[in-house]
């Protein structure tokens, strides 16, 4: 089965290497410091290695050891968490150079890039397939565990409230409380609290936000120009997209950000019922979940818009 094998793996290997997605979030480092964390009580030594690190998640335990870059080159694991291709893997070249691969992940567009892939699409967050495979694999999740992967699975359920939300989601959430880990401190933490660079962003995004397509379709945008302006910090565009999907009427609501000062946007898109963003994302090259995808398009504001809209108006 799949996770002996991965256990094999980890049990072999003497450097282990765990890495995650570009712009991370709170599931792609949740996961991440939870392996970290799991690992130490197997007696395992890793090393994380994450370039924008959002000053939010600095409480997570072992935040502290998350390196930029390692001075070793060919490790004898690593392992993909929270990431649906080579691509859009951050420290890219660790994984390529390793001897063994293993890729654990929640999104139905996942590549499988790994020598060992252990993905599973229904799982909400990629943190709640940890809470199985530790499980598995007789590690006990401790509060500082705990609170990594409800990190995770707090942001990636919106804060309990996707459809995606299992009652295993709910259970574990209880054991966890019952462990001590501060649930509605977390909370407070990775939904609530905006930094001053995400509440002044958010005000230019509802600004300028269209409703568009009969008030099927919200979009909104931000140049580097406004993140110049308002001194972001990393992480100060999360949770933006939210606002659209909240207007009564909206299907699908749609947010750019400009890249790098080009004529390049990344978008973010997120939808409510029956459109599935992810496959229009895909047609893009990128992709993500059914309510909730990304991808990278060419253009200025206008063509983007222009792009996306194409393919949107044939489902909506
Ligand atoms: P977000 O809009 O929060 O950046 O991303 C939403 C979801 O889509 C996340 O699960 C994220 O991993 C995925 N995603 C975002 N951008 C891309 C992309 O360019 N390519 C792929 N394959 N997935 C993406
Ligand atoms: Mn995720």
Redesign the pocket.
Known sequence: MTLDNILEEIKKAQTIILLT???P?G??IGSTLAMKTALKTLGKESDVIIKEFPRTFEFLPNAKEIKQESEIKKYDLAVSL????L??LVGREYFEEAKRTIVID??G?N?MFGDINFVNPVAPACCEILVGMLTYFNIEITKEIGTCILTGIIT?TGGFKNQGTTSETFEFTAELLRKGVKVSEIYRKVLEIKTRGNFELLKRTLNRMEILENGKVAFTYITNQDEEEVNIEIGDH?GL?EEGRRIEGVEVSI?IRQKNHEDSY?????SNSYVNV?DI??V??????PK?????IQGNIEQVKEKLLKEIRKVI
């Open positions: 997605h570009e712009a979030d599931d792609a929270d990431c649906t291709d691509r859009r929640h999104h567009t590549s990636d999360e997209v947010f990344k978008v973010s898109m997120r992810s994302c895909y893009f090259g990128g992709g993500g979940h909730a995808a990304g991808c990278l």
